[in-house]
Antibody, heavy 121, light 107 residues
């Protein structure tokens, strides 16, 4: 079945770095855009970034631009999020999701189980 | 950025009730609107895409309608397993923005 599994979250000090990974299975990973979406504790959902199927097109939310870098390795069916200069407000559960946005339909489906990033001294 | 405003923020209803949630976009987004269900401690799940299309496997008691700036999500007969927070999300423009969520509880 289609599955996404995130890893790499944890506790990091302000100004620190962390790299999240998302392992995909059950579908042709290289055919799909992918996105990272986060959710601060007790808060709503915030889209963070997406990357096209080939990796040639990338967008970031203003809140992370210049600090986060999204990438993918289609040979390894994996998505990544390199997070630098982390701030307390980056504390959240980070989800990877298959991005179905296109000319015929939209939506993020499925989502991974999420990985918690806590930025605190 | 396009702002998505959901109402109400929370809702209490009885099993069997018809439940309606609205979502308003700050500008015309055509039908580029999706609805998600998030149960406590779980990842969101896509229920409806393009405003009114039911995702495969989603029960038919869920439905969506609307276009332009005003959208509606309906549960025709509330079931205990529908307790969750529901989010709308637009994908007409980047960044893809979500509504603030509607927390649905059983009365």
């Amino acid at each position: 079945q289609v599955q996404l599994v995130e890893s790499g979250g944890g506790l990091v000090k302000p100004g620190g770095s962390l790299r999240l990974s998302c392992a995909a299975s059950g579908f042709t990973f290289s055919d799909y855009y992918m996105s990272w979406i986060r959710q601060a504790p007790g808060k709503g959902l915030e889209w963070v970034s997406y990357i096209s199927s080939s990796g040639s097109t990338i967008y970031y939310a203003d809140s992370v631009k210049g600090r986060f870098t999204i990438s993918r390795d289609n040979a390894k069916n994996s998505l990544y999020l390199q997070m630098n200069s982390l701030r307390a407000e980056d504390t959240a559960v980070y989800y990877c999701a298959r991005d179905l946005t296109g000319p015929t339909r939209g939506g993020f489906d499925p989502w991974g189980q999420g990985t918690l990033v806590t930025v605190s001294s | 950025d396009i702002q998505m405003t959901q109402s109400p923020s929370s809702l209490s209803a009885s099993v069997g009730d018809r439940v309606t949630i609205t979502c308003q976009a700050s500008q015309d987004i055509s039908n580029y609107l999706n609805w998600y269900q998030q149960k406590p401690g779980k990842a969101p799940k896509l229920l409806i895409y393009d405003a009114s299309n039911l995702e495969t496997g989603v029960p038919s008691r869920f439905s969506g309608s609307g276009s332009g700036t005003d959208f509606t999500f309906t549960i025709s007969s509330l079931q205990p397993e529908d307790i969750a927070t529901y989010y709308c999300q637009q994908y007409d423009n980047l960044p893809h923005t979500f509504g603030q969520g509607t927390k649905l509880e059983i009365k």
